[in-house]
């Protein structure tokens, strides 16, 4: 079936406004995490969400960052006043229910803040 | 901060040699590690993964070693191919305490690997 699908592949804004990012999960995995990846490093994990869980937000960076997931299917990474430090790849996984379970990740979208 | 690091940032090895990328760890409770993949312009490929309750795991081509006394994770790939170039990530999970296991993985900064033919 198809894989973990992201929306847009890159995404160039100005300092300042804000964005949005889409995840399309895996057809029926439950567990969907968002990671961000700058330049040269590793994954940092950003936000968990587990079936009808209230979301695990702890590596939100700052209150600019919120994420959705709507109907327990697709979610939405939003970036509200974007800074350049925001500059990454931000990251989507998808797993059938939980942390041991494998992820499957997402192509990524390249954010580029001016 | 990153409880999980690599030993060497970059390798290159010849084709057809074994490649072995080398992973620390410092939380002694973390029960679950993965190996991940990631070729340039895509996301992290899973390749194997290794509970806390083994030492070795094969898969095609490719061995995962924990060693739990020293907190070392290593990843073996034999015959290595150029397809193998990619950047190679560890990553742990650390379960919580009661409990159940924490909603995200730990990863490393990364292992480049470089094949040259």
């Known amino acids: 079936g198809a894989g973990v699908s992201q929306s847009p592949s890159n995404k160039v804004t100005e300092k300042g406004k804000d964005v949005e990012l889409r995840c399309d999960p895996i057809s029926g995995h439950t567990a969907l995490y968002w990671y961000r990846q700058s330049l040269g490093q590793g994954l940092e994990f950003l936000i968990y969400?587990?079936?009808?869980?209230?979301?695990?937000k702890s590596g939100l960076p700052s209150d600019r960052f919120s994420a959705e997931r709507t109907g327990g299917s697709v979610s939405t990474l939003t970036i509200q006043r974007t800074q350049q430090e925001d500059s990454a790849v931000y990251l989507c996984a998808s797993s059938y229910n939980r942390v041991l379970d494998t992820q499957y990740f997402g192509p990524g979208t390249r954010l580029t803040v001016l | 901060g990153e409880s999980v690091g690599l030993h060497l940032p970059t390798l290159s090895v010849q084709e057809g040699d074994n490649s072995i990328i080398n992973c620390a760890y410092s939380n002694s409770a973390s029960d679950y590690f993965i190996w991940y993949k990631q070729e340039s312009g895509k996301g992290p490929q899973f390749i194997i993964d290794?509970?806390?309750?083994?030492d070795k795991r094969q898969g095609q081509r490719v061995t995962v070693l924990l060693n739990k006394t020293v907190k070392h994770l290593s990843l073996q790939i034999a015959a290595t191919q150029p397809g193998d170039s990619a950047v190679y990530f560890c990553?742990?999970?650390?379960?919580?305490?009661?409990?159940?296991?924490?909603?995200?993985?730990?990863f490393g900064k990364g292992t480049k690997l470089s094949v040259k033919p």
């Open positions: 990553a742990e999970n650390v379960p919580l305490r009661g409990g159940g296991s924490q909603g995200n993985l730990i």
């Open positions: 969400f587990q079936g009808n869980s209230a979301p695990d």
């Open positions: 290794i509970r806390s309750n083994m």
